[in-house]
């Protein structure tokens, strides 16, 4: 057998062809995003946000659980067969959105949806970092995400513009079809599994084994619980912003066309942002970018508040976008950074799960918010709820990496991370807690 080769490099077939299916994972995703909340309003009566709110309730439970299951069978079952039965579940989506009779139809479609991106987002996140092994991971995961998430800018924008020129069903979900029919052949007959690229890092790896990984994940692991943490209220905010921001926008008199191009801009940002601030996870100090990221979205939630016109809406979506950015590839290079290759899978699962829970837990503390107290306080709440996150990471994870830059310092020119006088090893990794 011919041994593999661990980079980016090396391997830029297999990765670029696993970045084009993450795209059509991202642009299933990007379907719904501009339409199904005017979907629930217009053609099925919905008035109480928690109702509307539901298809995200149910997406993000069953994403979260798949997540879960993906990340402990990746190892048994291999990361190419569990990417393959991913898409072979999203095949009922776009028939169910178009001719469903009633709601509860779109929320089975999420249901669908929520294991069609449980297990292949998962899939191509693990095989990349598989690929590229200890090197550039933030790269890496800033490429993967960034195709993703521009995917589901512009698949937003799209199923907005057809919504908007001939009507919300079936139409916009004409999309969804081609992306299934790309997505599943494509990895079938192209993605290769990366079980030998595996055990070949194995061999390189000096992290150690964690004692119990769900445990250490979640939160007793100072770098890892800090990352699920954050993870969580990432995705529990961009779950308002998925459900409540075309509401909000609507309540504003806003036409679905712009609406759809605002609701677009935060995630095209968000994706293409994190061609930048993958490289700089992997230069500067993780703790950083993290503490950053999480702050500037809790800070242009808040602003949403007094946002009236188009161009204030954008400008708060392009700096939400941005702040998702830099956390974005950080927390998936960070679990990558702190775990063994062989725990890697499962920690990675066990963070999603958590993260994804974000969604509904997201959704639902959203709409009952909002049916209660309103639009303007669901969102205040969860923008201070994001800042409480930034200061938990700030309080609680260490730098990283003894060679990486501290932001502050690289901002004032000061020379300290590579000369780290005050460090100690954590998870097998030379810290510094300057």
């Known amino acids: 057998m011919e041994k593999v080769q661990l980079g980016l490099k090396e391997n830029w077939k297999q990765f670029s062809l696993l970045v084009l299916i993450n795209a059509f994972v991202g642009g299933m995703v990007g379907l719904e995003r501009s339409i199904l909340p005017q979907i629930a309003e217009k053609e ?38 569990l990417l393959v039965f991913g898409w072979m579940m999203a095949i009922p989506i776009p028939f169910i959105l178009m001719f469903a009779p009633h709601w509860n ?6 249901v669908f949806l929520g294991i069609n991106q449980g297990l292949a987002w998962s899939s191509t996140v693990v095989m990349k970092i598989d690929l590229v092994g200890e090197k550039q991971r933030g790269l890496a995961m800033g490429i993967n995400e960034s195709a993703g998430y521009i995917a589901v800018a512009l698949f937003a924008f799209f199923s907005a513009y057809i919504a908007n020129h001939y009507g919300l069903r079936p139409y916009p979900f004409y999309l969804g079809i081609a992306l299934v029919i790309l997505g599943l052949f494509g990895s079938y007959f192209f993605i290769q599994d990366t079980r030998q690229h595996v055990i070949q890092e194995e061999q390189q790896s000096r992290v150690p084994r964690l004692t119990n990984i769900f445990i250490e994940t979640t939160w007793a692991n100072r770098n890892l619980g800090s990352v699920t943490q954050a993870g969580l209220i990432n995705n529990l905010n961009d779950g308002m912003v998925w459900g409540i921001f075309p509401i909000l926008l ?3 008199n806003f036409q679905l066309q712009e609406i759809g191009l605002i609701t677009a801009i935060y995630p095209a940002v968000w ?39 188009l161009f204030q809406f954008v400008l708060i ?3 939400l976008g941005w702040g998702t950015a830099m956390v974005y590839p950080t927390f998936l290079s960070t679990i990558a950074e702190n775990t ?34 309103g639009i303007l306080t669901a969102i205040v709440f969860i923008g201070l709820l994001t800042c409480l996150s930034a200061g938990i990471i700030q309080f609680r994870m260490r730098c990283g990496e003894g060679d990486s830059i501290k932001i502050w310092d690289w901002i ?12 100690h090893t954590f998870t097998g990794t030379n810290i510094c807690v300057n």
């Open 250 to 252: 609507a309540s504003k």
């Open 271 to 309: 994706g293409l942002g994190q061609l930048l601030t993958g490289k700089m996870s992997d230069k500067f100090c993780k703790k950083d970018m993290l503490f950053v990221g999480m702050l500037l979205q809790g800070i242009a939630l808040i602003l949403l508040i007094w946002a009236n016109s």
């Open 44 to 81: 099925f009566a919905l008035a109480a946000k928690t109702a509307i709110l539901s298809f995200i309730i149910v997406f993000g439970v069953v994403k979260a659980l798949t997540n879960y299951f993906a990340g402990a069978l990746a190892n048994r079952m291999g990361r190419k067969n």
């Open 105 to 110: 139809w779109v929320i089975l479609a999420n």
């Open 340 to 373: 063994h290759p062989m725990d890697r899978a499962k920690s990675m699962g066990i963070f999603r799960l958590w993260r994804d829970l974000g969604y509904a837990i997201g959704a639902l503390m959203t709409g009952v918010i909002a049916d209660y107290f």
């Open 317 to 319: 979506s392009v700096l």
């Open 412 to 423: 004032t020119g000061k020379k300290s991370n590579s000369s780290c006088t005050n460090s």
